[in-house]
């Protein structure tokens, strides 16, 4: 999972960017789940990133708004890259988790929905609309979302709890950089356990890939 930022004032078909997400995609066989950034947008276009990824790996199709199923674990992709969701993502999203069976669910998104869990840049220039997150929660408890992954906040590293099987994971930026308010570089193993009904989120160091020790626990909620 690739919650957005990978470019910052580049294009997709650049050299570099498109050596690193072809390499992303066929080492999970392409199935590289890519949440539209603020940054994709600097110079590209929603359009453009739907395009590009449908054709990264002919026969995966993706756009920005999607849904994946694994078993029994529905993830959602949703775009607030610029935000917002939107009233009408948010009425679509809740009539396909009105017809998901699947009993654990997950949303991914670049930008970050709840804010101020930490005296830093969060608590001024993150967070959306209180109108949407309110909406956006009460999705998550009515149809047993156990947790939404965002970026966007590149030092990250923030576990929001809304209830003890309902949470967001800020998740820090994969590149590093030697400055209080950025990431040392971090990426994430997530283990959903269904016996234990635990969500673990294991953090690894981008710099040596070893673990850091640090681990995020949320309780996995079920619709049944």
Excluded at 7 to 36: P, W
Excluded at 134 to 147: F, H, K, P, T
Excluded at 150 to 174: C, P, V
Excluded at 193 to 204: C, F, G, K, M, V
């Amino acid at each position: 999972m690739n919650l957005g930022d990978t470019l910052d004032s580049g294009g997709f078909s650049d050299k570099e960017t498109l050596d690193f997400l072809t390499r992303a995609s066929d080492s999970v066989n392409g199935r590289l789940l890519y949440a539209i950034g603020n940054h994709e947008l600097h110079a590209e276009t929603g359009e453009s990133f739907d395009r590009f990824f449908s054709s990264l790996r002919p026969g995966h199709e993706c756009v920005r708004m999607m849904r994946y199923v694994y078993g029994p674990l529905s993830i959602y992709k949703l775009d607030n890259s610029k935000r917002t969701f939107g009233l009408e993502q948010l009425l679509y999203l809740e009539e396909a988790l009105r017809e998901d069976e699947s009993p654990y669910k997950i949303f991914i998104a670049h930008g970050s929905v709840a804010s101020g869990g930490r005296f830093d840049q969060t608590l001024a220039i993150f967070g959306i609309d209180p109108e949407e997150a309110n909406m956006l929660y009460r999705l998550m408890d009515e149809y047993g979302v156990s947790m939404i992954f965002t970026g966007h906040n590149h030092k990250g590293n923030i576990l929001y709890r809304f209830a003890d099987d309902m949470a967001e994971f800020n998740a820090a930026a994969e590149h590093g950089r030697d400055v209080p308010y950025e990431s040392k570089g971090s990426w994430y193993v997530v283990e959903i356990d269904t016996l234990e009904n635990e969500i673990r989120i294991n953090e690894y160091s981008a710099k040596n890939g070893e673990k850091t020790g640090q681990v995020f626990t949320s309780s996995l909620r079920a619709l049944r």
